[in-house]
């Protein structure tokens, strides 16, 4: 999964800088470095590097690469907050800047490129994780949320909740719709290990847009389960 490998790259890094294996003032690899050091794409890499330019760590100079300007300073973590079955609340194991690519830009009606917020969720429980969550929201809707309400939600450990549908009401954005479309197919290895279920076992995907009152898209998710445990329920309210 391309878009998750480009936060596994950038934390990986994080950590470095953090360990002190890149002082402040020093360079980090280049992007053809990353590329062969992870077997990735070009775009992964740059989404990676600017995980670490929004995080305020590293700084891009024309001609000198990019350059540590800082580290960063963990949270304590938080234990998960269980539900009445046993299951937990969402938890968010990614957050970070990222480059839309065609899919996403589309479901916002943004040029393909433009920064987005993703953020990565795993449903549990118990210890098994059931779903996995993609979330996706645009640079003006993240920006919005963090000037109406202070957190920054391509930060994981700032989010207070990792539902994000409290943050859009506060920040004003009026999330009142969302449009659901269902699936179904084969998971990729790393869902597949994630899920702890087979390669060829199927699983049941659900992509969603919610939009504010002014009918502009405000975020994506997209959602895979394992058919054999939970999934998810719809309230639909009929009028007429």
């Not at 779903?131 to 920054?152: C, F, M, N, Y």
Request: glycine content about 10%; hydrophobic content about 35%; some cysteine.
């Amino acid at each position: 999964m391309e878009d998750v490998k480009y936060r596994l790259i950038a934390d990986h890094l994080i950590g470095a800088i953090d360990r002190g294996e890149y002082p402040v003032g020093s360079a980090l690899p280049t992007l053809h470095e990353l590329m062969d050091r992870f077997g990735v794409a070009r775009g992964t890499a740059r989404a990676a590097v600017a995980v670490l330019v929004a995080q305020g760590v590293a700084t891009s100079k024309q001609g000198l690469g990019t350059l540590v300007c800082g580290t960063t300073v963990p949270s304590q973590p938080q234990p998960p907050r269980m539900l009445p079955d046993g299951a937990t609340y969402p938890k968010v194991v990614l957050s970070g800047w990222t480059a839309a690519g065609p899919d996403i830009a589309g479901r916002f009606g943004l040029t393909t490129g433009s920064l987005v917020v993703h953020r990565v969720r795993h449903h549990h429980t118990g210890t098994r994780v059931t779903s996995i969550d993609q979330q996706w929201l645009p640079k003006v809707v993240a920006s919005t949320i963090e000037r109406h309400t202070g957190h920054d939600i391509s930060d994981r450990n700032d989010t207070p909740h990792p539902d994000l549908t409290p943050l859009l009401r506060n920040a004003g954005l009026d999330p009142i719709v969302a449009t659901v479309q269902l699936d179904a197919r084969l998971p990729s290895r790393h869902e597949a290990d994630t899920l702890d279920i087979p390669v060829d076992a199927p699983v049941l995907v659900v992509h969603r847009i919610t939009h504010g009152s002014s009918g502009t898209p405000v975020e994506a998710t997209t959602t895979v389960s394992s058919t054999g445990g939970s999934a998810p329920k719809f309230t639909i309210p009929l009028t007429g």
